[in-house]
Every structure is written in C-alpha cells, then in structure tokens.
C-alpha cells in the first residue's frame, strides 16, 4: 500500500513537474516581423535602429532559451511576452519609418524626374520647330533612356542607383539646352535682331507707303506675314531648308537666305505647285560672297546658288533653302502678290524669342 | 561510506572544473565568417541580396550568443555551435545556388540586348528607305539624331554586359527596345504622311 501510495505521489510529482505553459505567440511574430524589417530594407534604411531592434531581439531570445531551460511548471513566460511584445512594437514602429522613408525618397525622386520630362517635351518641340539635328537631339534621346532606367531602379527601391542615373539624365538635358543656344546663337545677338527688325519696318513701311503687298519671313517663328498698305493682312506657317536658320552663303548650303528681295517670276506650275521665285543673290549677298572667298572661307569652286522660290508642298517640308507653304495657302498667297512685290527674309523680330522664353519656362 | 563521499565530491569538482573552463569556439567562429565572406565573394550582394542579409543576422546572433556564455559561470557553448554550423552550411548552400543565377540573369540581359539590336536595326533600316532630299519630313531628319543617341546608349548597355552588370545591361537595354520602337513608329507615319501627299 505503501508502495502505491509512493508511486502515486511521484506520478503526481511528475505531472506536475513535466506540464509546460504555452509558447506566447508574440516570439512566432516577431520571427516573422524580423523577415519583413530585413525585406524592406530596414538595415539599409534605418541601420541604427535595426541594430537596436536587433539586440532588443536577441535579449528577448536569450530570456526565453533560458526559461526554456527550466522545468515546465517553473516557467514563467511572462516576462518573456513582455519582451517580445516591446521588440514587436519597436518593429512596427521601425517597419512604418522604413517604409516612410522610402516614400519619402520615391516622392522626392519622382518628382525629380517629373520635372526633367518637362523640360525634355520643351526641349523636344524646340528642337523639332528648329530642324535640330545634331547634339540636342542626340543627348535628348540618351536622356530618355536615363530616366527611364531610374524610373526601373526606383520601383525596385535602389534609390542610389536612380539618383546617379537622374543625374546623368540631368546632365544630358544640360547639354541640348546648351546646344540649342548654341544652335542660335545668332538670335540672341541683340544688333543683329536690330537689323533684322529694320528691314522689316522698312519693308512694311514701303507696302504702307506705296500701298501695296509686301511680305515678311521670320525664319525663327516659321511664319510669313502678308502685309497690305502698312497692315498685317495675312499670316502663313512656313517650312525652311534643311539649313533654313543659317544665312546662305553659297550653293548647296541648304541655307534660307536673308535680306530684302522682290519677287521676279511668278510660275503657276512648278515641281513643287505654284512658285514665286526671288532675286537672291541680291546686291549684298553678291559683295558678301565675294568677300568670304576672298577670305577663303568658299572654296572656289563653289558658286553662290540661286533659284530661291516661296512654294507649296507643305511647311512641313525640308527645302534646299527655299520657303515652303501648305498648297492651299499657296493658292491664297499666290493671287495676292506679283512681280516686284517686296520679300524681307529675317531671322527674327523678337530678342526675347519663343524658344528663350520656352525654356526659361521650364 | 567516506570513500563513496569522496568520489562524489571528486566528481562533482570534476564538472565544475570542466563546464565553468570550457573554451570558445573560435575555429568554428572563424569558419562561419568565412562562410558568409565567401558568399559576399562570389556577388552575393547582388543575386543573393536576401539571402545575404540573413545570413549576416544569423552570424551575428551566433556571434552573440558566444559571447553571452562567455560572461557567465557555467558556461555552455553546445548551441553557439550549433548555431554557428547551421551558418556554414546555410552559407554554403546559397553560395552553390549564385552561379545559376548569375547565368540566368546573363540570358536575360543576352535577350533582352538581342531585343534591343532588333530593334535599333529595324528603326535604323525604315530610316534608310524614307525619303530623303527636297521634301523630306523635317521629323525623319530629328530621328536620324534620336538614333544617333540610341547608339551610344547600347554601346553602354553592351559595357556593362562586359563588365557582368546584367540586371544594368538588361533595364538599360529594355529601356533602348522601347525608345527604338518608337521611333521606328514614328518614321512610319512620317513615311506615310510623304506618300499620302503624293
């Protein structure tokens, strides 16, 4: 009985003994919630607080390993749960930082690259309206390619990757501004606007004057003006040479020339419809060229060219230097003018140009 | 009765000497550094980023829990060990899976310039056949200089191929497919408009 009574106490004991409280579920989170942190990123983004929530995690670990070590009905996991439970509010609280900042980073990048696409449409209209087609467009092209790999590494949160890419689109964009200016330079140059507005004044003044047609082509807006008796009467978009921002200097330049003209032959069928030819060279496109192959700057068996028409086929057309307008418009223009009507051909009349003012806009 | 006294305290002074002696397990340390600067090595921060990550965390707590035996009495290194060894072999385990996926991300930047060539080639050739001379779309002539542009960005993408940079070489080149495509469709309608007129 005795004996019984014995191993009924120590089986008794031993239940007692061997029961083991619940592992609190807090310790499975914050395993779980240590992936996620190290998935966004939080060493990256938030290394120190990392390292914090790190220890903070192990001191947590290592109370639990020890109470683990102790028989089941001497565990007491309460201060264990109470770890885990300060370590998974840290978590979240760092988790939402982490991912703030990277909000914070994919705003401010974003908007970066929102601002340079601006400036890349301004710069792809400006160059596209001045027939650029050298280093603008080219550095254009490269700059597209840039923002679109930094829009990539920004979905996947290589931020400093994005940047370096941003900059380099930056840089490209730089340089088609540059090459734009440097693409007219001339137009910037206030003495030759002012010869420019001269002849044009000079040109309306004399269809005021005499009280006839005279028209002006402003190379740089694309447009030309028809003016009857002194007053704006009609006014035509144009297509230029392939050079048409250039002044034309010799044959085969593909430049539009510059200067005060008349119309000589009005021809009603040509190759590209109805034509009003005009009398370049001029005199002073003719003291011109001697003076630059005087210069060397011809070679001398280049001549000065001719044959500088006003013609339909379209203004978005590329000429050899001649001045081209949509057929219907040629219909127009070609009953409203004759022989011996005056043609200024100018660059422009604005100092402040619509390209000036388009990227300083941006 | 006093010998078996004796042999118990001899024996209990025996545990003490050799659980409270008890040494760290440097080579073991060593081992599992080693194991994880290999995987850094072998390009591990870039096709085993997160893999990496962890195994830099489980190192660290190893390291750690090393260094809590080694402030106490007693001190037990048994799961240190463990710790530390599971680190070697999680470390050799990606390491083995790196060069797989260096050569799939190889065949995808391959594709992906392939696609790009094609691309560039087929724009560059529909710029040879649209009309050129008096006439001409002055859109055709602005596109000549996108390609322009185009060609030295591949000559970038086909660099960093070269220099193993392929998740580079792969957005890089992406971004040229879609740039090439659009102005091959660009050159068309630029085309048609020419034969329209005419």
């Known amino acids: ?362 | 009765m006093k010998s078996m006294v004796k042999v118990l305290v001899l024996a209990l002074l025996a545990a003490f000497v050799f659980t409270s002696c008890a040494k760290a397990p440097t080579q073991q340390m060593d081992q599992a550094k080693a194991a994880v600067q290999a995987v850094q090595a072998a390009k591990g921060d870039v096709y085993a980023k997160d893999e990496l990550a962890k195994l830099k965390t489980d190192l660290q707590a190893a390291l750690d829990e090393v260094n809590a035996q080694s402030k106490k009495f007693f001190k037990k290194y048994g799961k240190a060990k463990e710790m530390l060894a599971k680190v070697v072999s999680d470390a050799d385990a990606v390491k083995a899976e790196i060069p797989a996926r260096i050569e799939k991300a190889k065949e995808e930047a391959t594709q992906a310039m392939n696609d790009a060539k094609a691309s560039f080639d087929a724009a560059t050739a529909l710029l040879e056949k649209a009309p050129k001379g008096k006439g001409t779309k002055k859109d055709i002539e602005a596109m000549k200089a996108d390609l322009a542009g185009l060609q030295s960005q591949m000559t970038e993408a086909q660099n960093a191929m070269t220099a193993e940079d392929y998740f580079g070489a792969k957005d890089k080149a992406t971004a040229i497919k879609a740039k090439a495509d659009d102005i091959a469709k660009q050159v068309q309608e630029a085309i048609n408009k020419v034969k329209g007129k005419r």
């Open chain 1, 1 to 362: 009985m005795k004996l019984f009574q014995t191993a009924l106490f120590l089986l008794a004991v031993c239940f007692v003994a061997c029961r083991v409280p619940p592992v609190p579920p807090e310790v499975q989170k914050a395993e779980a919630q240590q992936k996620d942190l190290w998935r966004a990123g939080a060493a990256v983004f938030c290394s120190q607080e990392y390292d914090d929530y790190t220890r903070a995690l192990t001191a947590a670990r290592h109370r639990f390993e020890g109470e683990n070590l102790k028989l089941g009905v001497f565990r007491d996991y309460d201060r264990v749960r109470q770890d885990f439970q300060a370590v998974l509010k840290s978590g979240d609280e760092l988790l939402a930082r982490v991912q703030g900042i990277k909000a914070q980073k994919t705003e401010a990048l974003g908007e970066a690259v929102r601002n340079l696409r601006a400036k890349m449409a301004t710069l792809d209209d400006i160059t596209l309206s001045l027939t650029e087609r050298g280093n603008a467009r080219k550095r254009l092209a490269q700059a597209d390619i840039y923002l679109d790999e930094t829009e990539s590494l920004m979905r996947q949160a290589k931020f400093e990757q994005a940047s370096a890419k941003l900059s380099s689109a930056g840089e490209c964009v730089r340089d088609a501004e540059e090459a734009v200016f440097a693409f007219i330079s001339r137009y910037l140059d206030r003495r030759q606007v002012d010869i420019w507005r001269r002849w044009t004044e000079d040109t309306i003044a004399e269809s005021r004057t005499k009280g006839i047609v005279a028209l002006v082509v402003s190379k740089l807006e694309r447009r030309l003006n028809v003016y009857r008796n002194g007053r704006l009467y009609r006014s035509y978009e144009i297509g230029l040479g392939f050079n048409g921002l250039s002044n034309k200097m010799h044959s085969g330049d593909n430049a539009t020339p510059e200067g005060r003209y008349v119309i000589v032959k009005k021809i009603a069928s040509s190759q590209y419809y109805k034509a009003l030819m005009i009398n370049y060279p001029n005199e002073e496109d003719l003291r011109r060229f001697a003076e630059e192959k005087r210069r060397g700057l011809i070679p001398s068996s280049v001549g000065i060219g001719g044959d500088i028409e006003i013609h339909g086929g379209g203004e978005d057309t590329l000429t050899r230097g001649c001045v081209s307008l949509d057929n219907e418009k040629m219909d127009e223009l070609f009953n409203l003018v004759s022989v011996g009507t005056p043609v200024a051909i100018v660059g422009t009349n604005e100092v402040e140009n619509y390209v000036i003012r388009a990227i300083r806009k941006n």
